[in-house]
């Protein structure tokens, strides 16, 4: 009876370790994925959001490390003693593993690269950049303000686009052999391509406005664009985006425009 005893306290431990590094692995993914669930169902914002991603990163990679450790020694076990409950143990571990894993490096890839200023406001004009028109009343409550250059952390205007000039140099505006109409039009369709929410077209003055909603945070950017007649002939498009929150876009306004730009030059050319 004693021996009986004593086999199933150890059994009774591994099972707990390698339970136990299943559920902190998947709570810890899944306490990262209620940060953007929490906003999407109005449960929040997204500094709330933020808070749980925050918390579910900073412990994902020593839960991801232990429970790694912990299926690694199973698997090894489980292959000295030729017991196969071992290595089903391993891969519970395992899936903890992984689960935290993902939780820390997921959001690890949406960090800007090095050197990304902390601006939100981009424009292919800086020296005079677009102005919205039917955006205005849609921001009324926004933090940001539409002042090309005027946001926490920089001193002038020149000051934010040689801040942009040098981070984002392919952000100028764009030209176009065919007429102003036409590209009207594509840009239109790239507006609805993106998934962007059209909030003004006039095809007389060339102007479009729309709001673009990110996917994770449903953080709201608003963009302008208008398309004129070359002096040297053809078309010339120049675009603008604005983050309605946040000091830093993490690169998100200029990879918007180059997404538009990139349609716009796969139609046209």
Do not use: C
């Not at 902190?24 to 709330?48: E, S």
């Amino acid at each position: 009876m004693t021996e009986i005893a004593e086999s199933r306290d150890a059994s009774l431990l591994p099972k707990t370790v390698a339970y136990l590094s299943a559920f902190l692995g998947i709570g810890i993914a899944m306490l990262a994925l209620a940060g953007p669930l929490a906003v999407w169902l109005g449960l929040g914002d997204f500094r709330f959001g933020f808070t749980l991603l925050r918390t579910a990163n900073s412990w994902a990679p020593w839960v991801a490390v232990a429970a790694l450790l912990v299926a690694v020694v199973l698997f090894a076990t489980g292959r000295m003693t030729s017991r196969p409950g071992f290595a089903r143990l391993g891969v519970l571990a395992l899936i903890g593993a992984i689960s935290a894993g993902l939780a820390w490096y997921v959001p690890q890839t949406f960090r800007p690269p090095e050197g990304t200023p902390s601006i939100h406001d981009i424009a292919t004009d800086p020296q005079d950049p677009l102005a919205f028109v039917a955006i205005v009343p849609l921001r009324a409550d926004a933090p940001n303000n539409l002042d090309y250059g005027v946001m926490p952390g920089v001193e002038s205007v020149e000051q934010h686009i040689e801040m942009q000039r040098s981070a984002y140099p392919d952000i100028v505006p764009q030209r176009f052999e065919a007429p102003p109409r036409e590209v009207f039009e594509h840009a239109l369709q790239a507006v609805d391509t993106l998934g962007w929410e059209r909030v003004a077209a006039d095809p007389e003055s060339g102007r479009i406005e729309a709001t673009d909603t990110t996917f994770w945070f449903r953080f709201k950017d608003d963009v302008v664009i208008e398309v004129k007649e070359s002096a040297s002939g053809g078309t010339v498009l120049n675009a603008r985006s604005v983050s309605r929150v946040g000091r830093g876009d993490v690169g998100k306004n200029a990879e918007r425009l180059r997404d538009l730009f990139s349609l716009l030059r796969a139609d046209l050319e």
